[in-house]
Structure formats: structure tokens, C-alpha cells
């Protein structure tokens, strides 16, 4: 059974950095598939970062230049690297991933909140 563990959050100060991990267990897929959500208090989930079919990284307009992903193959680990944090980059964070024929997994989320 297809099991994503996120970790890494917590408080940070504006401009501050984190590193979220996402583990991946009981999986046949490639780590690289792996893609991350976030959801602000009180709002829906939104794309961070997704792949596309074409191997093309997809950041959202709000992050790009500030986050970048990394994976660990040996570790079934990815990293989503996350720097000059904002106030308004508050929220739980998730890993995600589609499976064809399966659907979608997602992780129990880890809260990043960023002071001002």
C-alpha cells in the first residue's frame, strides 16, 4: 500500500528557509512523480509544484525562484527546498502523487508558518 510520510515543517521568520521531506513506501511508481500541495487556513489546496508528462517542472507563479525540488532515489525521498519565506507561504504542505489506475495519494500534510 502506497504510503507518503511529510516532515520538515515548522515556524520560521520572513526570509527565513525550510526543507520538507516526503517519503514513499509500498510504491512501484518513480519517486520523480511526486509532486507537492499546499493548503493555506481556510482556503483549498493549491499546486506548489507538479510534473508534467513531458518530465517539464511545473512551480506555481508564487514560488517560482524561491523553492526547488530534490530527491534522494536510494531514500525514496523527495525535498522540497523552500527559501525567502513569506508570510503568505503559511500553510500545510503536502506531497501528493497519481497513480494510474490506483489514484491519488497524499500525505498527512506538515505546517509551515512563517512570522512576519
Known amino acids: 500500500q502506497v504510503k507518503l510520510v511529510e516532515s520538515g515543517g515548522g515556524l520560521v521568520q520572513t526570509g527565513g528557509s525550510l526543507r520538507l521531506s516526503c517519503v514513499a513506501s509500498g510504491h512501484s511508481f518513480p519517486i520523480n512523480i511526486i509532486d507537492w500541495y499546499r493548503q493555506p487556513s481556510g482556503k483549498q489546496r493549491e499546486r506548489v509544484v507538479t510534473f508534467g508528462t513531458d518530465g517539464n517542472t511545473n512551480y506555481a507563479a508564487s514560488v517560482k525562484g524561491r523553492f526547488t525540488v530534490s530527491r534522494e532515489y536510494a531514500n525514496n525521498t523527495v525535498y522540497l527546498h523552500m527559501n525567502n519565506l513569506q508570510p503568505e507561504d503559511t500553510a500545510v504542505y503536502y506531497c501528493?502523487?497519481?497513480?494510474?489506475?490506483?489514484?491519488?495519494?497524499w500525505g498527512q500534510g506538515t505546517q509551515v508558518t512563517v512570522s512576519s
Open positions: 501528493h502523487v497519481f497513480v494510474p489506475r490506483a489514484g491519488n495519494y
